[in-house]
């Protein structure tokens, strides 16, 4: 990864959680639980890399991308090439364990791999697309103008937070946090109610002068 150039992995992580991209991306933390292990068997075959043609697609696993301008890389999962009287075209598709989940998080991830592949082959990409391990399907992606401009905030804001070099302090939130594998590492409960108690303390030296 080039220095100036953030993952494309990181974006999904911002969104989710900034704290959760700082801890893995600045700290160079990481923990393992049930959910990441499954998301990792998953991705064993796409992370091969490897370039097959079936019924007129090609289709290339583990594919690096870039965009200089952007400051983004990263490796795409699946990237398959649909040819028509045009050439070819590429169609990005990502690996995710689990449902569709009720947030954009993926969204943006598939989103910032065609800005790099629309970058990296002068093409405009419309769809992409996710496939989730427990229905076995895809889920097609729209790159729409409020996609992409959702991209690019969480872009700029995880550039912010890489300048920045620090680690967001921890907000607890039950249905975010206890899914999380760094849940042990991050104490959101614990840290959370420290950091309640200093701006109580703080408040109390401001009103006493």
Same mark, same amino acid.
């Given at each position: 990864?080039?220095?100036?150039?953030?993952?494309?992995?990181?974006? *999904?992580?911002?969104?989710?959680?900034?704290? *959760?991209?700082?801890?893995?991306?600045?700290?160079?933390?990481?923990?393992?639980? $049930?959910?990441?292990?499954?998301? $990792?068997?998953?991705?064993?075959?796409?992370?091969?890399?490897?370039?097959?043609? $079936?019924?007129?697609?090609?289709?290339?696993?583990?594919?690096?991308?870039?965009?200089?301008?952007?400051?983004?890389?990263?490796?795409?999962?699946?990237?398959?090439?649909?040819?028509?009287?045009?050439?070819?075209?590429?169609?990005?598709?990502?690996?995710?364990?689990?449902?569709?989940?009720?947030?954009?998080?993926?969204?943006?991830?598939?989103?910032?791999?065609?800005?790099?592949?629309?970058?990296?082959?002068?093409?405009?990409?419309?769809?992409?697309?996710?496939?989730?391990?427990?229905?076995? $399907?895809?889920?097609?992606?729209?790159?729409?103008?409020?996609?992409?401009?959702?991209?690019?905030?969480?872009?700029?804001?995880?550039?912010?937070?890489?300048?920045?070099?620090?680690?967001?302090?921890?907000?607890?939130?039950?249905?975010?946090?206890?899914?999380?594998?760094?849940?042990?590492?991050?104490?959101?409960?614990?840290?959370?109610?420290?950091?309640?108690?200093?701006?109580?303390?703080?408040?109390?030296?401001?009103?006493?002068?």
């Amino acid at each position: 990864m080039e220095p100036d150039r953030i993952p494309i992995s990181a974006l *999904q992580h911002f969104f989710y959680c900034p704290r *959760q991209c700082a801890l893995i991306h600045i700290e160079r933390q990481w923990a393992e639980n $049930r959910q990441t292990a499954e998301g $990792r068997l998953l991705h064993e075959r796409a992370d091969n890399p490897m370039i097959e043609r $079936r019924h007129g697609v090609r289709t290339v696993t583990a594919m690096p991308l870039s965009d200089a301008e952007l400051g983004i890389a990263g490796v795409a999962d699946v990237v398959e090439f649909h040819a028509d009287e045009n050439g070819e075209h590429p169609y990005p598709v990502e690996y995710k364990r689990g449902k569709p989940k009720t947030h954009q998080a993926d969204e943006v991830q598939l989103c910032a791999q065609a800005l790099c592949l629309e970058r990296m082959f002068g093409q405009s990409i419309e769809e992409g697309a996710l496939f989730y391990g427990t229905p076995r $399907r895809r889920t097609l992606v729209t790159f729409d103008a409020a996609l992409r401009q959702l991209t690019l905030e969480v872009i700029n804001g995880t550039h912010k937070l890489f300048s920045s070099e620090q680690t967001p302090l921890a907000t607890y939130e039950a249905k975010r946090c206890d899914a999380c594998s760094l849940l042990d590492l991050c104490q959101p409960r614990l840290l959370a109610r420290a950091n309640n108690v200093n701006a109580w303390l703080m408040r109390q030296i401001r009103d006493e002068d």
